[in-house]
């Protein structure tokens, strides 16, 4: 066991849960933290199993020393930072793997937080996926450096000798992740991916409750070997005086109440050192029902809200807290929910026929509860609620669990209540509420004060995009379902790898996911000024105006590894003729005026016939490809094409090749032959040295 100081100073934290001493021989979970075990000696709280009641483990961090954790990750785990992102990208991908082939550890944990295994399926396979997502975006999109050039040459000079250049690299510091109870494994692994691939080892702290799931899942990833020693630590307990020990380099993520967020957020020490952090908190999500719903709407938007209250037994952050449906579809809606909450068995999710488990533990249980009663002031209960007396638990002993009813509550008169866009009952809740006109709606949805999803459920033929307007300032991400897309959407409730997750005000303010965007959080962008010689040492890849190299050996002849970043082919030059310009019209179909109707181009833009723009791009190849066998093995695409000036009959034209950047290609298979992508840049330009079309190339090169 690790020798730890136990002079720290915790941070408020305040539980009912806390014993003061073991009282048992329950399982302690350890934090895992400087390469070693860490197990408290005191101040544990005890877990217990959402269906049975029974205490199964007891969670504490007390003596832990967190300036060593601090000092472990920027020591050792900074070694993240010299990877590129690819060989980051591949220890993801192995990583996931290795997690997918003990998912059913995972699952078996799963069922002491009460869900069913479908609700389970959401957090183990929904978290590896998040991992497998990002590990091929960035070898998809990202260069394998360890920074990133994030834009092109930006001249600031009148002859080129002087620009600048966006580069992001690692934040030379470690992020925080502080996750909420209900989601123990994707609510981590959705933090750590963007991070890891980032450059920037983390410090995990769970919720206490469904600890035990992460500890499972980081003690295997840690087991794996695939990331550096230090690249990932795990905290079970409290925080202690860990924020103290950051710096200006780290983050903070949170999700959880927006309470806790809030004060977490005010630490002095995060502000002293302008440390982001940010949040992911309660959010009162809103689905809408328009105006003109057809019947087939109607039953889309109570399947949605339906399927929202009852997964994960509504304990999602995404979940639909408020229905919006115009006031005379109001008894049908409620009619049609409850007819399908109805039919809801709620129970142990072992046993057979149950659909929805039970809520995390029986404080949740108490919380949902008082929530609901701060809802119904302003609304009427018409379904479920702990109030209901022929609410049936399928569980050998009901009254053990942390069981909760589907509610549904009906609130006549939205514009002058506040609890029901303000609380966010964590649970199988949903309150219904009518709606007159658009601008009502707007007014009504903007009082939830900012959230992370809304979902607007259509007649397919309907326009909403006046809707979208109004809502969208107010959430991270709007899902728009109809009877088109039904079957394939993803639904409201799903958080994706490639869309941000966040919402503004109430929501938290935070941002997460978003594709790429997640991974610049833990980056710092820098405007690097300088010479463009200076820009492609710096970054790389050949900047315009910097050195090139000519050789008398054919680029194309060269293989991936001889080939040098700003070697340079200029080509012979062709003179292009009428006789072209017909050729290509009959060979392409494109008889396009400007390029065969003397008298309609005369009147043109042009004043005269002109090239086809994909003839110059083709008789560019003409120009510069080396037609014989030899290491490139296909032209793999082209980026950034523009025409600039246009070609005439008579024109004369060159082209430039310039190696820009090599990027070595991942192998899928041992059998692969050893390759990578080459970008060039091309420039055609005409007799005057005008540049007439300039573009990116990308061709796949053997290795050595
Ligand atoms: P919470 O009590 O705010 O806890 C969230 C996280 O913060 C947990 O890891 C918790 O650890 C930690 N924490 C609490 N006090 C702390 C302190 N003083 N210093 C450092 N860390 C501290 O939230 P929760 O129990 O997980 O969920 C409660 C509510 O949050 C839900 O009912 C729901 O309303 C909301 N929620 C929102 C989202 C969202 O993304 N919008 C997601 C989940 C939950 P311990 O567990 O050890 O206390």
């Known amino acids: 066991m690790l020798e730890l100081d136990a002079g720290s100073n915790p941070t408020e934290h305040t539980t009912d849960d806390t014993v003061s001493t073991p009282t048992s021989q329950l399982k302690k979970l350890s934090s895992l933290v400087c390469g070693q075990s860490f197990i408290a000696q005191q101040d544990f709280r005890m877990v217990h199993h959402a269906i049975t009641g029974d ?48 998912k059913e550890n995972y699952y078996e944990l799963a069922k002491a937080t009460g869900c069913t295994r479908k609700d389970a399926w959401i957090d183990i396979e929904g978290g590896i996926g998040t991992l497998f997502a990002y590990s091929s975006l960035v070898r998809r999109e990202l260069s394998d450096e360890t920074a990133w050039v994030e834009d092109a040459w930006i001249p600031l000079s009148k002859h080129g000798s002087f620009g600048a250049k966006h580069i992001l690299t690692p934040k030379a510091g470690v992020a925080v992740h502080i996750d909420a109870f209900n989601f123990p494994i994707w609510g981590m692994l959705e933090k750590i991916a963007p991070t890891l691939l980032a ?170 509860a008082k929530k609901v009663e701060q809802l119904s002031q302003d609304a009427d209960i018409v379904f479920g609620s702990h109030l209901r007396q022929d609410f049936n638990i399928v569980a050998e002993h009901p009254e053990k669990g942390a069981f909760y009813p589907p509610t549904v509550l009906v609130c006549k008169s939205p514009n002058t209540a506040q609890a029901i866009h303000q609380v966010e009952a964590f649970g199988p809740v949903v309150t219904l509420m009518p709606y007159s006109d658009l601008t009502e709606l707007a007014q009504l949805v903007a009082k939830g004060e900012g959230s992370l999803v809304a979902s607007v459920v259509r007649n397919t033929d309907e326009n909403v995009e006046h809707i979208i307007a109004k809502i969208a300032p107010w ?87 001889e080939l040098r970043v700003g070697e340079r082919l200029l080509t012979a030059r062709r003179t292009v003729t009428e006789a072209d310009i017909v050729n290509f019209a009959c060979l392409s179909g494109d008889h396009f005026y400007a390029h065969m109707d003397k008298i309609a181009a005369a009147d043109s833009l042009f004043g005269d016939r002109v090239a086809h723009g994909y003839f110059i791009v083709s008789a560019a190849a003409g120009l510069f490809v080396d037609a014989a066998p030899g290491p490139v093995i296909a032209n793999y695409g082209m980026d950034n094409l523009r025409f600039v000036e246009p070609v005439k009959i008579g024109d004369t034209i060159q082209v430039e090749l310039t190696c ?20 060039w840049d091309i420039k055609v330009k005409n007799q005057r040295n005008e540049l007439v079309a300039t573009y990116d190339i990308l061709t796949l090169v053997n290795r050595d």
């Open 660 to 679: 820009k950047q090599k990027t070595p290609k991942p192998l899928r298979d041992p059998e692969q032959k050893p390759h990578g992508v080459v970008v």
């Open 55 to 102: 205490a199964i483990y007891q969670v504490s961090s007390q003596g832990i020393d967190n300036k060593a954790i601090v000092e472990f990750a920027k020591s050792k785990g900074s070694a993240i930072a010299q990877m590129t992102f690819h060989e980051r990208a591949h220890a993801l991908k192995q990583v996931a793997q290795y997690l997918l082939e003990r």
């Open 199 to 368: 450059g920037v080892p983390c410090i995990v702290k769970p919720a206490t409750e469904g600890a035990e799931m992460t500890h499972a899942v980081v003690a295997d990833i840690l087991a794996s070997g695939f990331l550096p020693e230090g690249a990932l630590q795990l905290i079970c307990g409290q925080t202690y005086d860990l924020f103290e020990h950051l710096n200006a380099q780290d983050t903070v993520t949170f999700t959880g109440s927006a309470a806790t967020g809030q004060k977490l957020r005010a630490h002095p020490h995060l502000n002293q050192y302008s440390i982001p952090f940010s949040m992911e908190a309660d959010s009162v999500n809103s689905a809408i029902l328009t105006q003109h719903a057809n019947d087939e709407t109607i039953d889309l938007f109570v399947r949605e809200v339906f399927r929202e209250m009852t997964t994960k037994a509504g304990q999602k952050c995404t979940a639909i807290r408020r229905a919006f449906v115009p006031e005379n579809l109001l008894d049908t809606v409620q009619s049609r929910l409850i007819a399908k909450l109805q039919k809801v068995v709620v129970g142990n999710p072992e046993l057979e026929n149950v659909t929805m488990g039970a809520l995390a533990s029986i404080q949740q249980k108490h919380d949902v």
């Open 475 to 561: 959430h991270g991400r709007v899902h728009v379902l109809d009877a088109e897309n039904a079957k394939e959407s993803t639904g409201h409730g799903s958080p994706l790898p490639l869309l941000v997750h966040g919402g503004p005000g109430r929501a938290g303010g935070g941002e997460e996911l978003g594709g790429l965007r997640a991974v610049k959080h833990y980056m710092q962008r820098t405007a690097i000024q300088g010479s463009p010689n200076a820009m492609t040492q710096i970054g790389h890849s050949w900047t315009i105006g910097s050195e090139v190299f000519e050789d008398r050996v054919h680029p194309f002849k060269k293989s991936f590894d």
